[in-house]
């Protein structure tokens, strides 16, 4: 007699896009684990304004080793609002689990729907993600590198055609049911001839088997970087 699996607990060490850094890992979610996620941010600007992000997610582990998303962000505030509301999809693939002297590693790509606000064209994103754990034991010591591919298909004249984000973050466990996470984030912005540097510290904590509860603050250095942000947001398995 066959058993169908059922749905995954939450996993507060699975670290995920604006959950509440923008580091990610080289894990998929649980094979079929299907997971609604929120992700609540604010932002103010290099230029004086304010941002307002709200992201619903939806996430499915639909084979071993892969899972599936999708997302609407919506923009609020004064600042520029292109792109509210679009929708993305995206998959990541996991390769391999890290061995003693192997990261593990995975790949990402998403689409992005011009469902919203200003924008044209179909963009894409495809990134290459990197795990390693540095100390073995109870209390996990993870670092993280992503790097990030943009195209902007449908181009306004003052915006570039292709553009990177980088990232290089570090986890750790604080306590039995939390995870620490800080990073360094380094992007050619959308515009041209501006980039953006950000460091994050975010927490990450399990409530409930099936509940992550996660918060996060960032800060900006350089030119057009931003000044300050904070971001709150959840995981619920179901």
């Known amino acids: 007699m066959s058993i169908l699996p059922s749905a995954q607990a939450a996993d ?18 649980a094979y079929m684990n299907r997971e609604i996620q929120g992700v609540f941010r604010y932002e103010h600007t290099d230029d004086n304004k304010d941002r307002f992000v709200l992201a619903p997610r939806l996430e499915y582990g639909f084979a071993r080793n892969w899972q599936l998303e999708v997302e609407a962000p919506f923009l609020l505030g004064d600042a520029d609002r292109t792109g ?22 995975a790949v990402s790509a998403r689409v992005e729907i011009p469902s919203g606000k200003n924008s044209n064209g179909a963009d894409t994103t495809l990134k290459f993600i990197a795990s390693k754990m540095l100390i073995r034991g109870d209390w996990w010591n993870d670092l993280h590198f992503n790097i990030a591919w ?21 986890s750790f466990r604080t306590g039995t049911d939390t995870i620490m996470i800080v990073d360094l ?9 501006e980039e953006s540097n950000l460091v994050e510290l975010g927490l990450r904590r399990q409530i409930t088997p099936l509940m992550v509860l996660t918060g996060g603050l960032g800060a900006g250095f350089g030119d057009e970087s931003p000044d300050f942000q904070a971001t709150a947001g959840f995981q619920y398995s179901f």
Do not use: C, I
């Open 12 to 29: 507060h060490r699975n670290l995920e896009e604006g959950l509440p850094t923008q580091v990610v890992d080289a894990y998929a979610t």
């Open 84 to 105: 509210s509301g679009n929708v993305r999809l995206g998959a990541l693939y996991n390769f391999n689990v890290e061995t003693l002297t192997m990261p593990a590693f």
């Open 185 to 193: 984030v380094r992007r050619e912005e959308r515009k041209k001839h």
């Open 150 to 170: 943009n195209h902007n298909s449908g181009r306004q004249e003052e915006e570039r055609e292709n553009y990177y984000q980088a990232v290089l973050g570090y």
